[in-house]
């Protein structure tokens, strides 16, 4: 078992090529599909593209999917808002009900929107209670799961190292946030995090306004960086700690951890987070549904 070491802004080398945990639809055409004529993908009817290439189909109910989430990435629906009904939304596309549901179904599949039984579909949102567990998978192994206790130990602005920048999709030197946060369980340490975030979506973003924030770090981001993050891919290993995690973990060094590099994407399959979590797992386990 080789031994973790830290990342930070001159040595980091994640690598996010592991399992997707959820997907999302990409946007399409910001027009109304039309039943003759061109489609909002930019193919005729028969699925034939009007430029030349090879032939695409997209069916219907997938376009109108993609116009919902154009307009979730535009900010005409915002996180927390109820959307149009069924009805409303088949009548501005001029599709059947049947159409909208089916699209609305695979939405509320990736998270991107939320059924309430007599209230309607609302734009899913960061900081609603069930939603803080979606990307921390981190499960105590007896009792149900608790919001862990945070404390942030670095939050600054640095040059992208070079991998940092390629996952991220930005220039190397570009500016980046990094922060490092300590999460413990009941007083006990458990997971030591590093975060890199593009400091052109994230201006603003201070220690200082982190430690004011209640609610889960991706709340923030949605709420006032305007940044919602839609899915994420992992790369999960086995590590033993060095000795600055194994201080901040309060362990010995060598112990056994799980090491979970993260990439998390927005609307358009945008990177916008990069994340490291060493987690101890001596009474926690990595927990994910898959379907």
């Given at each position: 078992?080789?031994?973790?070491?830290?990342?930070?802004?001159?040595?980091?080398?994640?690598?996010?090529?592991?399992?997707?945990?959820?997907?999302?639809?990409?946007?399409?055409?910001?027009?109304?599909?039309?039943?003759?004529?061109?489609?909002?993908?930019?193919?005729?009817?028969?699925?034939?593209?009007?430029?030349?290439?090879?032939?695409?189909?997209?069916?219907?109910?997938?376009?109108?999917?993609?116009?919902?989430?154009?307009?979730?990435?535009?900010?005409?629906?915002?996180?927390?808002?109820?959307i149009p009904s069924e009805v409303e939304l088949a009548s501005r596309y001029k599709v059947s009900q049947g159409t909208v549901?089916?699209?609305?179904?695979?939405?509320?599949?990736?998270?991107?929107?939320?059924?309430?039984?007599?209230?309607?579909?609302?734009?899913?949102?960061?900081?609603?209670?069930?939603?803080?567990?979606?990307?921390?998978?981190?499960?105590?192994?007896?009792?149900?799961?608790?919001?862990?206790?945070?404390?942030?130990?670095?939050?600054?602005r640095i040059r992208a190292a070079a991998e940092v920048a390629r996952l991220l999709d930005l220039k190397s030197g570009d500016a980046v946030v990094y922060i490092k946060r300590l999460m413990s369980d009941g007083g006990?340490?458990?997971?030591?995090?590093?975060?890199?975030?593009?400091?052109?979506?994230?201006?603003?973003?201070?220690?200082?306004?982190?430690?004011?924030?209640?609610?889960?770090?991706?709340?923030?981001?949605?709420?006032?960086?305007?940044?919602?993050?839609?899915?994420?891919?992992?790369?999960?290993?086995?590590?033993?700690?060095?000795?600055?995690?194994?201080?901040?973990?309060?362990?010995?060094?060598?112990?056994?951890?799980?090491?979970?590099?993260?990439?998390?994407?927005?609307?358009?399959?945008?990177?916008?987070?990069?994340?490291?979590?060493?987690?101890?797992?001596?009474?926690?386990?990595?927990?994910?549904?898959?379907?």
């Open positions: 078992m080789k031994k973790s070491r830290s990342m930070n802004q001159a040595s980091s080398n994640p690598n996010s090529n592991g399992a997707s945990n959820t997907g999302a639809g990409g946007a399409v055409g910001g027009a109304a599909p039309s039943q003759a004529g061109t489609s909002p993908t930019g193919t005729s009817p028969t699925g034939t593209s009007q430029t030349g290439t090879s032939p695409t189909f997209s069916p219907l109910y997938q376009q109108i999917k993609g116009l919902i989430t154009q307009s979730l990435q535009s900010g005409e629906w915002k996180p927390g808002e109820l549901r089916k699209a609305i179904d695979e939405l509320a599949a990736e998270h991107l929107v939320v059924r309430r039984q007599g209230k309607g579909t609302f734009v899913a949102t960061h900081n609603e209670a069930r939603a803080h567990f979606r990307f921390l998978k981190l499960m105590p192994d007896e009792g149900v799961p608790q919001h862990f206790d945070h404390e942030y130990l670095e939050v600054k006990a340490p458990t997971i030591l995090e590093e975060l890199w975030l593009p400091g052109q979506l994230f201006k603003g973003l201070t220690a200082e306004r982190l430690a004011e924030y209640k609610g889960p770090m991706y709340g923030l981001f949605e709420s006032e960086f305007g940044t919602r993050m839609i899915r994420a891919s992992e790369k999960i290993r086995a590590v033993a700690a060095d000795a600055p995690t194994a201080q901040a973990l309060k362990v010995a060094e060598g112990t056994p951890l799980l090491c979970a590099d993260r990439v998390s994407f927005t609307y358009g399959d945008k990177a916008v987070e990069l994340r490291r979590g060493l987690y101890l797992t001596a009474k926690h386990h990595y927990q994910n549904e898959l379907s």
